[in-house]
């Protein structure tokens, strides 16, 4: 079997007509073409061109109804949505998927995984031809420098995506033919290609208009820093956890270039936390323009959408929690994740002890309550999961209303395996919920703003960065940990201790625990802390997944699947007695839809094949992705499979 030319494209080049004068031109769609033979004449021409590039690499909350997947993940819609559906933070309704219970099959083709080529041929056919405008810019080729910085910045942030799924990739350096060597050359290792693509990273930085940004809102030198800091911290902490690499010895440098990046971002002065109104860190993700016109100073890079010739239906899915059609994503957020948001004063859950005889800390109401575990907590986790009695619990989307007087108190369901509005767990996400009727009737013309780069993300990346490195002071905490405590409501004033401080890391016996039993390597309290604070500020943002990978972390996706304790106070709320205002719970009946554990816990997946009490499998293999398998077939092909997958 040969390679077809359908995998390096073809001799017409797609592009997009977008809105490139204005900061919302991201949300149109392609709209002209132009032939190979005479393109790339203009300034005009290298625009259209790469308006093509946004759309196939900021995928945002997708367009239309949504229902694209972003492969390899286990659901379809906004990958900012979907993405923690395959982590320790979400749970699907229905059986839990292949990949997580190992039956997953090497798929055959490279779309099911992320082993596709088609986008990067599109930058290099750029990258090889941009130079044919010259002579419309009097040969001046410094006025070309900021269409060849975008060009290299979706060139690394495609090889970015290669390298978290694949480890080794080929790289590649041009288009090439039908008849080209290069299309069957082996992988390139890691090493080379995280080497090319900090170095292609740095060629967009330094090509691309100054730190200030660009003013039509199109790429800017501060999202090419932003995925360098990414890119970076990825390579860095992964050499540093994944021993079996024997590279720890070489991570350093990459940890330095992404403190380097996040300082020359935040030296920039253009960024700040959004902090504005009650519950800021809710509100940030509920926008409906470009983020300039929010006063949203937080966004660094954002897809937005107009409403007409572009939008998307994320929020009324979102809103409906509804995945019957085209899987997108139904469910709610795990204990495991509640267990982590710290208490009011800066302490976890536990304070001492060990599993079974833990000592509470004193403002930490226990699971036996109705949702008392939600009260007293990290600001973000009410802001993050809805609390019954408020937000999604009292809103009603036929009046528009969110009031308890007008609409009563609507409790979440709980069945596993229905997928109107069920949570599964009984916590239900109110990040990026909106509350919008408007918003909820626009169907796939909905505008709410996706962030993909935001500023608290930089401010997490710095102090990661400084703590692997062991240059972590206390100045770096205040203006990044200790900053996005405050902008969520934790008050310093009333309990001092919830401001972090490196001479008295809070002692967390659960977590230590954990880490002790899933990790081959210590993690230190202050590290322990930083990564703490990650999970619970990027929830619903498609990190954790990658975040596991690179600490070398999988195995905390066994830690059992649970939802909320279904107390006989909970059973008999939702002994469907209980159907109109002001109390509105739907029947779930214990045994039947819902499942518990010995603790009274609910399961999540009870009744998937080969998961015994909600608990997913996992094997380090893999930390890698499959590459498919009619890759592996092609004549002549000199690619490896990695290993533990089928075609090894």
């Not at 596991?548 to 059992?560: E, N």
Request: hydrophobic share 35%; aromatic share 12%; charged share 25%.
């Amino acid at each position: 079997m040969k390679r077809t030319f359908k995998y390096i494209l073809s001799g017409v080049v797609a592009v997009s007509l977008l809105q490139s004068c204005k900061k919302d031109f991201l949300n149109l769609n392609p709209e002209t073409e132009l032939s190979v033979g005479n393109s790339l004449q203009s300034e005009t021409e290298l625009t259209l061109y790469l308006n093509n590039l946004y759309g196939r690499y900021i995928k945002g909350h997708f367009d239309g109804w949504g229902d694209a997947r972003m492969s390899p993940s286990i659901t379809g819609g906004s990958h900012l949505l979907a993405g923690d559906f395959m982590t320790d933070n979400m749970v699907k309704y229905g059986n839990i998927h292949s990949i997580q219970d190992q039956t997953y099959k090497t798929p055959t083709n490279g779309t099911d995984v992320g082993w596709v080529w088609e986008d990067l041929r599109s930058v290099h056919y750029f990258l090889e031809n941009y130079k044919n405008a010259l002579p419309s810019v009097n040969n001046d080729s410094k006025k070309l420098d900021k269409y060849v910085g975008e060009a290299l910045f979706f060139k690394s942030w495609d090889y970015y995506r290669k390298l978290t799924l694949f480890g080794d990739v080929p790289w590649y350096t041009s288009t090439m033919n039908i008849d080209s060597e290069d299309l069957y050359k082996a992988r390139d290792k890691r090493t080379l290609v995280a080497d090319s693509l900090l170095y292609t990273i740095n060629q967009s930085i330094n090509k691309l208009e100054g730190v200030s940004g660009r003013a039509d809102g199109r790429i800017n030198q501060n999202m090419a820093l932003f995925l360098k800091a990414r890119i970076a911290l990825f390579e860095g902490s992964f050499r540093t956890y994944h021993s079996e690499l024997q590279l720890k010895s070489t991570a350093a440098p990459f940890l330095e270039a992404c403190v380097d990046a996040c300082e020359k971002i935040i030296s920039s002065g253009k960024y700040q936390l959004y902090s504005s109104g009650t519950n800021p860190y809710w509100k940030l993700f509920t926008f409906k323009n470009n983020p300039e016109a929010d006063q949203n100073k937080e966004a660094i890079l954002a897809r937005v959408y107009d409403g007409v010739k572009v939008g998307h239906a994320t929020q009324r899915y979102w809103q409906q929690n509804n995945s019957i059609s085209g899987a997108r994503p139904a469910g709610g957020a795990t204990r495991s994740l509640v267990d982590e948001y710290l208490c009011i004063d800066g302490r976890p859950i536990y304070l001492s002890g060990s599993e079974g005889s833990y000592t509470a800390n004193p403002l930490f109401k226990g699971y036996d309550g109705m949702w008392t575990e939600l009260e007293n907590r990290d600001p973000r986790l009410k802001q993050t999961i809805n609390f019954p009695g408020e937000n999604r619990s009292i809103y009603n989307v036929n009046n528009d209303l969110t009031s308890a007087a007008e609409n009563g108190i609507t409790y979440p369901r709980l069945s596993y395996n229905v997928a109107d509005r069920t949570t599964v767990t009984g916590y239900m996400a109110i990040k990026h919920w909106m509350g919008d009727k408007k918003e909820h009737d626009a169907t796939t013309s909905g505008q709410q703003t996706a962030i993909e780069f935001r500023y608290g993300e930089v401010l997490l990346m710095l102090a990661e960065a400084k703590a692997i490195l062991g240059t972590l002071t206390q100045n770096d905490l205040d203006r990044t940990i200790n900053a996005l405590r405050q902008r969520a409501g934790f008050d310093f004033a009333a309990y001092p201790n919830s401001r972090l401080q490196l001479a008295n890391v809070p002692k967390d016996p659960r977590m230590d625990a954990l880490n002790a039993q899933f990790l081959d390597y210590e993690v230190t309290p202050i590290l322990r802390e930083i990564r703490r604070e990650r999970r619970v500020e990027m929830v619903l943002e498609d990190r954790r997944y990658e975040d596991l990978m690179r600490w070398k972390a999988g195995k905390f996706l066994t830690v059992p699947y649970r939802g909320m304790k279904f107390t006989a106070e909970k059973q008999k709320l939702y002994d469907g007695t209980k159907l109109q205002k002001p109390i509105i719970a739907l029947k779930e009946q214990l045994d039947k839809d819902v499942f518990v554990d010995a603790q009274g816990f609910i399961i999540a997946y009870p009744r998937s094949p080969n998961i015994v009490q909600g608990k997913a499998l996992w094997s380090d293999y893999r930390y890698y992705w499959p590459l498919p398998l009619f890759e592996l077939s092609l004549e002549g092909t000199q690619l490896k499979q990695n290993p533990g997958w089928l075609g090894e």
